[in-house]
């Protein structure tokens, strides 16, 4: 698997389950989207050339908790919760920048337990140490904006992108501990502690299940700052939405109503939208963003590859791989699929339209087969970075954060942005 651009794939996945249940079946492509994501990552990370001074990274140690045992604020399988941090220098020696790792959910007892063997459910599993890219970079070149801030990686092991409670501990009849809002609350706690209640400046980020943590928990992260702090929230690829598949299935909402329902997430989802609505319609950002009362900016590719392989064409709505090329790869996609994918990000602009209007918000909605882009040198601030406008995701972002200027981008439909970093998931 490589993420190349604009290079069409020579062999496939996905056909191993098609003798199972529709809803055995949903719940192994869920399993395998997480673990592909997170394969993904892994590879595009690790790929990165040390020769180019301009990528070097220090390593950064990863810190458990000393907060957590008092809280009882457990991962999934009871170990405890951490993050890795870069202290800040110079003039941003006051200034904090948070970024929540993704990483997808778990909706049933079997899928927590088989994630609770993973980094996503374990810190027993996860490195020792990272190397810090992106938004998290200490390099000016690469992050002109927040090279010199604190900046922390909050590590993702509960499955419920922060939001889970102890009472759906109760359910299971199992050990799987669900204190993803336990977790958060005690990291914060921490990081008060060590020098974020003195912050000047803050910017509370997350990417794909920590871009919608970050959602979920921005009016409560401006809550905690100090009232004079300039306090603002980025979430990149957590807008998923709320869209019926290819086969007219409401799939995503399905997962979503079994992710809320076992974790008891519904405590930690916006109240006025619980009050009107079904909690786990909640957990979708388009039902609670205009409630959102700090700034908030969106990075969102118009064709995110986990939202079509997941939302709009999950496996079980494909049983004749007629998507299986277009899946891997957006080049290889034809006339009637690319229909399809143009309808699909016609959505997500006519659901952003409310937000649009916004004078405090941002966005960058560019036109790439990608998912998460702020933590990736590639994809962040670099001569080679996607652009729309001429700007980078990180100047955008700075414009937005500094009021620079207003940052409201939106790139045209596919195929017209040639710098796009596209993935590729075919097989070399």
């Known amino acids: 698997m490589r993420a190349n651009q604009h290079r069409p794939p020579r062999g496939g996945i996905f056909s191993w389950w098609r003798q199972w249940?529709?809803?055995?079946?949903?719940?192994?492509?869920?399993?395998?989207?997480?673990?592909?994501?997170?394969?993904?990552?892994?590879?595009?990370?690790?790929?990165?050339?040390?020769?180019?001074?301009?990528t070097i990274s220090e390593w950064v140690p990863f810190t458990p908790s000393s907060k957590a045992q008092q809280n009882a604020a457990f991962c999934l399988d009871g170990s405890v919760p951490g993050y890795h941090m870069q202290g800040g220098f110079g003039s941003g020696s006051d200034s904090w920048l948070l970024h929540i790792e993704g990483g997808g959910w778990c909706n049933t007892i079997s899928s927590c337990s088989s994630r609770k063997r993973t980094a996503l459910g374990s810190s027993k599993y996860m490195d020792r140490e990272v190397q810090f890219f992106g938004l998290l970079s200490d390099n000016p070149l690469r992050n002109p904006d927040f090279f010199n801030w604190n900046r922390v990686k909050i590590r993702y092991c509960d499955g419920a992108s922060f939001s889970g409670h102890p009472e759906g501990e109760l359910k299971n009849g199992t050990k799987l501990f669900f204190r993803g809002q336990l977790i958060w609350n005690t990291l914060m706690d921490e990081l008060l502690s060590i020098g974020m209640s003195t912050a000047r400046q803050a910017l509370l980020t997350g990417c794909s299940a920590g871009g919608l943590a970050t959602l979920i928990h921005c009016d409560d992260f401006r809550e905690?700052?100090?009232?004079?702090?300039?306090?603002?929230?980025?979430?990149?690829?957590?807008?998923?939405?709320?869209?019926?598949?290819?086969?007219?299935?409401?799939?995503?909402?399905?997962?979503?109503?079994?992710?809320?329902?076992?974790?008891?997430?519904?405590?930690?989802?916006?109240?006025?939208?619980?009050?009107?609505?079904?909690?786990?319609?909640?957990?979708?950002?388009?039902?609670?963003?205009?409630?959102?009362?700090?700034?908030?900016?969106?990075?969102?590719?118009?064709?995110?590859?986990?939202?079509?392989?997941?939302?709009?064409?999950?496996?079980?709505?494909?049983?004749?791989?007629?998507?299986?090329?277009?899946?891997?790869?957006?080049?290889?996609?034809?006339?009637?699929?690319?229909?399809?994918?143009?309808?699909?990000?016609?959505?997500?602009?006519?659901?952003?339209?409310?937000?649009?209007?916004?004078?405090?918000?941002?966005?960058?909605?560019?036109?790439?087969?990608?998912?998460?882009?702020?933590?990736?040198?590639?994809?962040?601030?670099?001569?080679?970075?996607?652009?729309?406008?001429?700007?980078?995701?990180?100047?955008?972002?700075?414009?937005?954060?500094?009021?620079?200027?207003?940052?409201?981008?939106?790139?045209?439909?596919?195929?017209?942005?040639?710098?796009?970093?596209?993935?590729?998931?075919?097989?070399?």
């Open 21 to 54: 249940s529709k809803r055995e079946s949903t719940i192994a492509a869920v399993i395998l989207a997480v673990l592909l994501l997170t394969f993904t990552l892994s590879i595009i990370s690790n790929s990165r050339t040390t020769t180019d001074t301009d």
């Open 224 to 428: 905690i700052m100090p009232k004079d702090a300039n306090v603002k929230c980025l979430a990149d690829a957590g807008f998923f939405l709320n869209e019926k598949d290819i086969a007219g299935n409401h799939t995503i909402e399905s997962f979503y109503r079994d992710v809320v329902h076992l974790q008891g997430v519904s405590r930690s989802l916006n109240k006025d939208c619980v009050a009107r609505s079904e909690p786990s319609k909640c957990f979708f950002p388009q039902e609670f963003i205009k409630s959102i009362k700090t700034p908030v900016f969106l990075v969102n590719p118009a064709y995110d590859f986990w939202q079509i392989r997941n939302i709009l064409v999950p496996d079980a709505s494909d049983p004749h791989d007629s998507w299986r090329q277009c899946r891997l790869n957006i080049y290889n996609c034809n006339p009637n699929h690319l229909e399809v994918l143009q309808g699909f990000r016609n959505s997500l602009l006519k659901t952003l339209s409310e937000f649009q209007q916004n004078e405090e918000a941002g966005l960058f909605i560019n036109s790439c087969f990608v998912h998460c882009q702020t933590w990736m040198a590639e994809t962040w601030h670099s001569p080679t970075s996607p652009r729309i406008n001429n700007k980078t995701i990180a100047e955008s972002v700075g414009d937005w954060y500094f009021n620079r200027k207003t940052a409201k981008h939106i790139d045209c439909p596919f195929p017209c942005n040639p710098t796009c970093y596209n993935l590729d998931f075919g097989r070399g």
